[in-house]
Nanobody, 115 residues
């Protein structure tokens, strides 16, 4: 199936916005929960946001600032990030929300929040 391909990261000042995109395998059902993860230097990878048919879930620290969405026709998942903070700096990845369905990781997209 291959791994997801993430894009849209970059350098942004605190308070700024970015929109990340992830094109994933056509083999993933639209009923499968998809998620964005991030990994900051020296830290464990964490789940930031997930989306499935019955709703969305967010890491407490990003609630109200990040919005996850998906376009099943395009096999694409998005993460709209606003009011970015330096602590949001990390490499962002997407994959199914269920770890048992993760076969590989893409290279991710770097988000750096700095003045």
């Amino acid at each position: 199936q291959g791994h997801p391909v993430e894009s849209g990261g970059g350098l942004v000042q605190p308070g700024g916005s970015l929109r990340l995109s992830c094109v994933h395998s056509r083999g993933i059902s639209r009923l499968t929960a998809m998620a964005w993860y991030r990994q900051a230097p020296g830290k464990q990878r964490e789940l930031v946001a997930s989306i499935r048919s019955d709703g969305r879930r967010y890491l407490d620290s990003v609630k109200g600032r990040f919005t996850i969405s998906r376009d099943n026709a395009k096999n694409t998942v998005y993460l709209q990030m606003s009011s970015l903070k330096p602590e949001d700096t990390a490499v962002y990845y997407c994959n199914p929300g269920d770890p048992r369905l993760i076969s590989s990781w893409g290279q991710g997209t770097q988000v750096t929040v700095s003045s």
